[in-house]
């Protein structure tokens, strides 16, 4: 064999051997791990807590639960005033008839004489309307309206619908209705007028008058019901100033406490 062609020969076992052996070397050698770049971080969203859904408005102000009387207080909203008189003049500003009637919208659970721990549950419902006492209770704007919270002492009677009628009038507790005639006392007996600063001065208040309606009683501080002494179509004499006056089909009523009642006739 020629020199040229040994030399070849050589070159190409060379290259052929070398190429094994480090194909083998790099099948043997530990795998490197190549990490992918980091994800680029994106900022934290924090979400706001959730807010609770507004339940009404009390005095102008959002609330987010139910507005609850407790013990024997009731929820009453405010009837309307009465803008236009029965002989349909328009009325305006003061000039408005108020009434001391509303509707009820919600009452607590009633009372507990503490001494005996018997149980007085209330003695009207939701959805009831009620003529309550002029001077109780404590105003209070709910969801735009004018309400009242009462007690079960100062309600006189209850009735279903939106205008209290006679028939449909019924009274709580130890109250008594009672139909009552109004009188002008702006003349002496001798028939001498009397200046309107001495009228004044005199009771111009009715003190006897029909029993019409008589509450169930009142309860016990043992849980008895006490018994009322009047009855319907009894005449009744009563303490000065005691009792309510409220009007019922264009008449004149009063709600008279059963411990106001002096004697009956």
Same mark, same amino acid.
């Given at each position: 064999?020629?020199?040229?062609?040994?030399?070849?020969?050589?070159?190409?076992?060379?290259?052929?051997?070398?190429?094994?052996?480090?194909?083998?070397?790099?099948?043997?050698?530990?795998?490197?791990?190549?990490?992918?770049?980091?994800?680029?971080?994106?900022?934290?969203?924090?979400?706001?807590?959730?807010?609770?859904?507004?339940?009404?408005? $009390?005095?102008?102000?959002?609330?987010?639960?139910?507005?609850?009387? #407790?013990?024997?207080?009731?929820?009453?909203?405010?009837?309307?005033?009465?803008?236009?008189?029965? /002989?349909?003049? &328009?009325?305006?500003?003061?000039?408005? $008839?108020?009434?001391?009637?509303?509707?009820?919208?919600?009452?607590?659970? /009633?009372?507990?004489?503490?001494?005996?721990?018997?149980?007085?549950?209330?003695?009207?419902?939701? /959805?009831?309307?009620?003529?309550?006492?002029?001077?109780?209770?404590?105003? !209070?704007?709910?969801?735009?309206?004018?309400?009242?919270?009462?007690?079960?002492?100062?309600?006189?009677?209850?009735?279903?619908?939106?205008?209290?009628?006679?028939?449909?009038?019924?009274?709580?507790?130890?109250?008594? !209705?009672?139909?009552?005639?109004?009188?002008?006392?702006?003349?002496?007996?001798?028939?001498?007028?009397?200046?309107?600063?001495?009228?004044?001065?005199?009771?111009?208040?009715?003190?006897?008058?029909?029993?019409?309606?008589?509450?169930?009683?009142?309860?016990?501080?043992?849980?008895? $019901?006490?018994?009322?002494?009047?009855?319907? /179509?009894?005449? &009744?004499?009563?303490?000065?100033?005691?009792?309510?006056? &409220?009007? #019922?089909?264009?008449?004149?009523?009063?709600?008279?406490?059963?411990?106001?009642?002096?004697?009956?006739?």
């Amino acid at each position: 064999m020629r020199p040229v062609a040994h030399a070849a020969a050589f070159v190409v076992a060379y290259c052929t051997v070398g190429a094994s052996a480090f194909v083998a070397q790099s099948s043997s050698a530990p795998a490197i791990a190549v990490s992918s770049p980091p994800a680029a971080s994106s900022p934290t969203r924090r979400l706001a807590p959730l807010r609770e859904a507004v339940v009404a408005t $009390l005095d102008g102000k959002d609330i987010e639960n139910e507005f609850t009387p #407790i013990n024997n207080y009731m929820l009453v909203k405010v009837a309307e005033a009465k803008e236009q008189s029965d /002989g349909g003049i &328009i009325l305006t500003g003061k000039q408005k $008839l108020t009434k001391s009637e509303g509707k009820v919208v919600s009452v607590g659970p /009633g009372r507990i004489y503490e001494d005996s721990g018997v149980y007085i549950p209330m003695p009207v419902k939701a /959805g009831e309307s009620v003529v309550y006492s002029k001077y109780g209770g404590t105003e !209070l704007d709910y969801n735009g309206k004018k309400h009242l919270l009462i007690s079960d002492i100062d309600v006189m009677c209850k009735f279903q619908g939106d205008e209290l009628t006679l028939e449909g009038a019924d009274v709580i507790y130890d109250n008594v !209705l009672v139909r009552v005639e109004e009188k002008n006392e702006d003349a002496s007996v001798g028939g001498i007028l009397l200046a309107k600063s001495s009228a004044k001065t005199r009771s111009t208040k009715p003190t006897t008058g029909e029993v019409v309606k008589v509450g169930p009683g009142r309860t016990a501080i043992n849980g008895e $019901l006490m018994e009322m002494d009047v009855e319907v /179509g009894d005449f &009744i004499k009563f303490r000065d100033f005691s009792g309510e006056k &409220i009007e #019922i089909d264009d008449k004149s009523y009063s709600v008279v406490r059963m411990n106001d009642i002096l004697a009956k006739f």
